[in-house]
């Protein structure tokens, strides 16, 4: 099965994810974790703001800079959201945009796979200008879907080394 193939179908079930995760924080009465406690040290704040090492900026200007970009296939589209991937068969960098219309939107998410060490990492960033519930449910939602294909990326390579 091609790249392409098994990445519509990753985007398939990424979607129904979505759907079922958006139906789950419906529910009035969800058990919050509690709030985490800023680090002691990290990042600097310009590098913070940084969006998958670009520019940082407004979600609406994001928007327009990846998705105007040549260099950038469009991989995926719903009623929802629309990504672009550096590579249409293999891409390191996701660019996911909310469409007009979307609770959250405007907003940008950037994934990217990253090296650390000997482990390949999905790092995740999330530019939301819209309202501040809809955006939270956005984070929370792409931190899932991030989540999830960090097991495929760890299951891959662990595949590959057999």
Same mark, same amino acid.
């Given at each position: 099965?091609?790249?392409?193939?098994?990445?519509?179908? /990753?985007? *398939?079930?990424?979607?129904?994810?979505?759907? %079922?995760? +958006?139906?789950?924080?419906? #529910?009035?009465? =969800?058990?919050?974790?509690?709030?985490?406690?800023?680090?002691?040290?990290?990042?600097?704040?310009?590098?913070?703001?940084?969006?998958?090492?670009?520019?940082?900026?407004?979600?609406?200007? /994001?928007? *327009?800079?990846?998705?105007?970009?040549?260099? %950038?296939? +469009?991989?995926?589209?719903? #009623?929802?959201? =629309?990504?672009?991937?550096?590579?249409?068969?293999?891409?390191?960098?996701?660019?996911?945009?909310?469409?007009?219309?979307?609770?959250?939107?405007?907003?940008?998410?950037?994934?990217?796979?990253?090296?650390?060490?000997?482990?390949?990492?999905?790092?995740?960033?999330?530019?939301?200008?819209?309202?501040?519930?809809?955006?939270?449910?956005?984070?929370?939602?792409?931190?899932?879907?991030?989540?999830?294909?960090?097991?495929?990326?760890?299951?891959?390579?662990?595949?590959?080394?057999?």
């Amino acid at each position: 099965m091609s790249r392409a193939h098994r990445f519509v179908r /990753l985007a *398939t079930a990424v979607t129904s994810v979505f759907i %079922l995760a +958006q139906a789950a924080l419906a #529910v009035e009465n =969800v058990v919050s974790p509690p709030a985490t406690p800023a680090p002691a040290a990290g990042p600097t704040i310009a590098a913070a703001q940084q969006f998958c090492g670009d520019a940082p900026d407004k979600a609406e200007a /994001l928007i *327009t800079r990846y998705s105007t970009d040549a260099k %950038l296939k +469009q991989v995926y589209k719903s #009623v929802d959201y =629309v990504a672009y991937g550096d590579d249409d068969k293999n891409a390191t960098k996701m660019y996911t945009f909310t469409i007009s219309g979307h609770p959250a939107h405007p907003a940008a998410v950037c994934r990217t796979l990253v090296k650390e060490g000997e482990s390949l990492v999905v790092k995740m960033h999330v530019v939301c200008d819209g309202e501040q519930e809809a955006c939270t449910r956005l984070r929370n939602d792409f931190n899932v879907m991030t989540a999830k294909m960090q097991v495929e990326v760890d299951q891959r390579i662990a595949g590959e080394k057999k």
